[in-house]
């Protein structure tokens, strides 16, 4: 029964939408429906309203989509959501300020010489907008009432142009920043802790091992990291679209023809270009640029988008009169001011005014800050009093963010009650049952997706698809994709459902605004080749996933909270890297090492020379241990050869009739209850018991199918591969070993003036100790104790001082014995400097030679933080995708 209302539940939705029910009110008024003819079906037919439902009640699952909404919404730490309005905002008063009227006849004067160059004017404005506005039916009317008619009078192909214009249009869904990224990531984030429950319970089914290494658990995605992973696919779809029209233009000239115009490139039309490209290139700039950099959150980036498309709407609005530009001019200078104060005093903070240069430094900032709230206020006002475009604004934000939120909403009960018939067990299933693995099941869901665009808006496949196929496909081990690769993977086919036919958005927008002599037919012509383009695009991105990965593994290695070189995610990308440059520079590191042991220690302590030998004796081995990885590794991927084609036979076999064992635990939960008064009849009993049966006996079949001799097969395997990870191991600790005393004594030895520094201080503690009462010296001793701590290697000058601090704080201070026990500090003050300056002028220099040497090898898991060019090489290997099935 759960089938029928799983079908009748898809059913509900279809004629809901069909019949031009609006979408919010849809998917939850067809979940509410069927849960409740569900519940009271149970009850009539079974006495139970629970009867029909695959697991849980009708209550459970009606609230289950408003808590899980609101779980979302209202966790701070998950508050990407909140983006949303503001760059709505954004881009609607960039819309209503008629920026893209400006780019896009000055654009189609500059490229127009260019075969097809006016095509080419309307996808370069199409990118532009897409990153600054970003709403596809702005974009498309302003171009469909401004280019088309110029397309149409220089004879340019109807389907060429509309096409052209529909296609570019559509670019806001997959440049950043854009609302659907934004949703995507809120889906995935969700889809990536199922996922990760998923990979987890495989691990431990497959292993017996309770706990799963970090580096084979999901990579979960952000909307910025969506951002960041969707620029370069943008580009690359701008691009497609670009060559294409040329292309066109230069095989049928009379279709796409130059157009000359006299006295385009004049200074003052340069002048034109100028003030009409840079301020859109530099709110891109701040926006996407503060994302990537690290600066600012996706929230963040939207209040400076929306603040400065309103600065650009302030002068807009006042263009051709006296003044326009002021507020705009007066932000520049301010953010200029402040880009001066950050780089020559550093940050500033109010609660650390020190010096009289933080003094000046703060005065700066404020004045500036101050001129930046005029510049704000300024505009605002503008913005407030012209054509009332402030309220318009603001009401088609409210209107548009209420429609997006409501949605979610909807989708959220939707997807729950899909879940309470059963239907993400039976599409996971499906998926899981497909041969051809992964990519199979892949190919599925983009199929679904590219189907679902001829009929549904992007709001709705993002919100409604994405939790149910999502955990599926991130769990799988085998393919191990990125959240945000797949994220980026769904955004560019679900662009194609603005252009589908019938109920292509973008199609209907242009229809709306396109002169009469326009067929509609001719529309939909135009629009095929662009919609294979984006197919295009998105093969190009599946098939080489560093266009998606790098960028988000580039700007989380070099921002400010990158990962240590210790993080486990990053360590096979580090010791691939690392046996590169053993390869190559193996036998310079060889001779660092040699050179280093040569260097005299005899002077240091004892402890300190058996550290540095055992650590330069290490640093020895490591090559070789780097060799028995690669050896260990080898030997994985010859045996992978026989032991994959089983391995996974034998996991579909186990997973098929781990399925069977868990509807035969639901069926004899039947049995048990079936009884003259129990929940379920005995008739129902008997048919349940005979369907144990039925089950048993292919559960047995399937365990049959398993080869005899796979447990020796996979303890083989895994002694290999546990060999493999033993190398690793060995490895990392063998160069932390390495390279710990290396530090260690390069700091005690940069600590040499400070430890210098402590003698007078020390020296004059004794002088006062007689004139101190007890308190008042155990309070000087343990004072001075702590600052020598503070230098690295003082363990001998703390002694003494302890042992001070202990007599003044018995029941019988005596001060001459607590200055005596100051003496032996002293004089162990006295033994430490002396080989420590000696130290740091003879060994210091040749440590530091050796230390540049090794640091980047031997010494990379030490360092704070990865080196900005080891950062970029370990970001480029982090973006493809790796198999790691085997290890389940």
């Given at each position: 029964?759960?089938?029928?209302?799983?079908?009748?539940?898809?059913?509900?939705?279809?004629?809901?939408?069909?019949?031009?029910?609006?979408?919010?009110?849809?998917?939850?008024?067809?979940?509410?429906?069927?849960?409740?003819?569900?519940?009271?079906?149970?009850?009539?037919?079974?006495?139970?309203?629970?009867?029909?439902?695959?697991?849980?009640?009708?209550?459970?699952?009606?609230?289950?989509?408003?808590?899980?909404?609101?779980?979302?919404?209202?966790?701070?730490?998950?508050?990407?959501?909140?983006?949303?309005?503001?760059?709505?905002?954004?881009?609607?008063?960039?819309?209503?300020?008629?920026?893209?009227?400006?780019?896009?006849?000055?654009?189609?004067?500059?490229?127009?010489?260019?075969?097809?160059?006016?095509?080419?004017?309307?996808?370069?404005?199409?990118?532009?907008?897409?990153?600054?506005?970003?709403?596809?039916?702005?974009?498309?009317?302003?171009?469909?009432?401004?280019?088309?008619?110029?397309?149409l009078r220089n004879k340019y192909s109807v389907p060429l142009a509309t096409g052209t214009i529909a296609a570019s249009g559509t670019l806001g869904q997959i440049i950043p920043p854009s609302i659907v990224l934004i949703i995507l990531a809120d889906q995935l984030a969700s889809a990536v802790d199922q996922a990760g429950s998923l990979r987890q319970t495989l691990y431990k089914a497959s292993t017996g091992e309770l706990s799963m290494p970090s580096d084979y658990s999901v990579v979960s995605t952000s909307a910025g990291e969506m951002f960041l992973g969707a620029f370069l696919p943008g580009l690359v779809l701008v691009g497609l679209y670009m060559l294409f029209i040329m292309g066109f233009a230069l095989i049928n000239p009379k279709s796409a023809p130059a157009v000359h115009e006299e006295g385009t490139f004049t200074r003052g039309f340069a002048l034109k270009v100028v003030i009409t490209l840079v301020p859109p290139l530099a709110l891109i700039f701040l926006v996407l640029g503060s994302i990537i950099a690290g600066v600012a959150t996706v929230n963040q980036a939207g209040a400076i988008g929306a603040i400065g498309a309103m600065v650009?709407?302030?002068?807009?609005?006042?263009?051709?009169?006296?003044?326009?530009?002021?507020?705009?001019?007066?932000?520049?200078?301010?953010?200029?001011?402040?880009?001066?104060?950050?780089?020559?005093?550093g940050s500033v903070n109010i609660k650390l005014i020190q010096t009289s240069d933080d003094l000046v430094a703060l005065i700066l900032a404020l004045i500036a800050v101050s001129l930046l709230m005029i510049a704000i206020l300024w505009s605002g006002w503008r913005t407030l009093k012209f054509e009332n475009t402030m309220r318009g604004v603001m009401v088609e934000t409210a209107k548009t963010s209420a429609l997006v939120f409501i949605i979610l909403l909807g989708a959220a009960m939707l997807t729950s009650a899909f879940r309470a018939f059963g239907g993400e067990e039976l599409v996971k299933n499906f998926l899981q049952g497909l041969p051809g693995g992964f990519w199979a099941q892949f190919l599925i869901v983009?199929?679904?997706?590219?189907?679902?665009?001829?009929?549904?808006?992007?709001?709705?496949?993002?919100?409604?698809?994405?939790?149910?196929?999502?955990?599926?496909?991130?769990?799988?081990?085998?393919?191990?994709?990125?959240?945000?690769?797949?994220?980026?993977?769904?955004?560019?086919?679900?662009?194609?459902?603005?252009?589908?036919?019938?109920?292509?958005?973008?199609?209907?927008y242009l229809r709306g605004v396109a002169p009469s002599v326009v067929r509609t037919l001719d529309m939909y012509k135009g629009v095929i080749a662009f919609i294979c383009l984006q197919l295009v695009a998105l093969s190009i991105v599946g098939l080489y996933p560093p266009l998606v990965n790098y960028l988000p593994n580039r700007s989380s290695l070099l921002s400010e909270t990158a990962p240590p070189p210790k993080n486990p995610r990053l360590q096979y990308c580090m010791e691939k890297l690392t046996n590169e440059e053993f390869l190559e520079n193996g036998d310079r590191i060889l001779s660092a090492i040699q050179a280093a042991r040569n260097i005299d220690m005899s002077y240091l302590p004892e402890d300190l020379q058996e550290d540095m030998a055992d650590g330069f004796e290490k640093a020895q081995e490591a090559l070789p241990k780097m060799q028995a990885i690669q050896e260990a590794e080898a030997a994985v991927a010859a045996a992978a050869v026989a032991y994959r084609p089983i391995h996974t036979r034998v996991r579909?076999?186990?997973?098929?009739?781990?399925?069977?064992?868990?509807?035969?635990?639901?069926?004899?939960?039947?049995?048990?209850?079936?009884?003259?008064?129990?929940?379920?009849?005995?008739?129902?009993?008997?048919?349940?018991?005979?369907?144990?049966?039925?089950?048993?006996?292919?559960?047995?079949?399937?365990l049959a199918e398993i080869p005899e001799n796979w447990k020796e097969t996979y303890a083989d395997f895994s002694k290999i591969q546990k060999a493999e990870n033993a190398a690793r191991l060995s490895y990392r600790r063998t160069v932390d070993q390495a390279y710990e005393p290396v530090l260690e004594l390069k700091t005690m030895l940069d600590d040499a003036d400070l430890v210098a520094s402590f003698k007078p201080e020390i020296e004059a503690l004794k002088e006062k100790l007689p004139q101190?009462?007890?308190?008042?010296?155990?309070?000087?001793?343990?004072?001075?104790?702590?600052?020598?701590?503070?230098?690295?290697?003082?363990?001998?000058?703390?002694?003494?001082?302890?042992?001070?601090?202990?007599?003044?704080?018995?029941?019988?201070?005596?001060?001459?014995?607590?200055?005596?026990?100051?003496?032996?500090?002293?004089?162990?003050?006295?033994?430490?400097?002396?080989?420590?300056?000696?130290?740091?002028?003879?060994?210091?220099?040749?440590l530091e030679v050796y230390e540049a040497a090794v640091a980047d090898t031997i010494g990379l898991r030490q360092q704070e933080r990865l080196p900005n060019d080891i950062a970029l090489d370990v970001a480029a290997c982090l973006s493809g995708h790796r198999d790691v099935s085997l290890n389940f």
């Open positions: 029964m759960e089938l029928f209302f799983l079908l009748l539940l898809i059913l509900l939705m279809a004629f809901a939408l069909g019949s031009g029910f609006p979408v919010a009110f849809a998917l939850p008024g067809s979940a509410i429906l069927t849960i409740g003819i569900a519940a009271g079906s149970g009850y009539l037919f079974a006495g139970d309203p629970n009867a029909y439902f695959s697991h849980g009640g009708a209550s459970q699952w009606l609230s289950a989509g408003v808590t899980n909404f609101r779980g979302i919404y209202w966790e701070a730490e998950r508050d990407t959501l909140i983006a949303i309005p503001l760059f709505v905002f954004m881009g609607i008063m960039l819309q209503r300020s008629k920026i893209a009227e400006d780019l896009l006849v000055t654009m189609a004067r500059l490229f127009g010489p260019v075969p097809g160059g006016l095509g080419i004017s309307v996808v370069f404005v199409g990118a532009l907008l897409a990153a600054t506005t970003g709403i596809v039916g702005a974009t498309v009317v302003a171009m469909g009432l401004i280019s088309l008619p110029a397309m650009m709407a302030g002068y807009r609005l006042r263009d051709g009169k006296r003044g326009a530009y002021t507020p705009a001019l007066i932000a520049i200078l301010a953010l200029l001011g402040l880009a001066l104060v950050i780089a020559f005093f983009m199929l679904v997706i590219f189907i679902l665009g001829f009929f549904l808006d992007f709001i709705e496949i993002a919100v409604v698809v994405v939790p149910i196929v999502a955990p599926i496909l991130l769990a799988d081990p085998s393919a191990n994709v990125t959240a945000v690769w797949l994220g980026v993977m769904i955004g560019l086919n679900i662009q194609t459902s603005f252009l589908t036919p019938p109920f292509g958005f973008a199609l209907f579909v076999l186990e997973r098929d009739a781990l399925r069977l064992e868990e509807r035969i635990e639901e069926l004899e939960v039947i049995v048990s209850r079936s009884s003259e008064r129990g929940i379920y009849t005995a008739a129902q009993g008997e048919r349940a018991q005979a369907r144990i049966d039925e089950l048993t006996v292919q559960h047995d079949a399937l101190l009462d007890p308190k008042e010296a155990v309070d000087a001793i343990a004072d001075m104790r702590s600052r020598v701590g503070d230098a690295e290697g003082t363990s001998d000058i703390r002694d003494g001082l302890s042992e001070a601090r202990s007599i003044m704080r018995s029941r019988e201070p005596n001060t001459e014995e607590a200055i005596a026990e100051i003496d032996k500090s002293l004089a162990a003050l006295d033994a430490d400097l002396a080989w420590r300056q000696k130290a740091a002028q003879d060994i210091l220099p040749q």
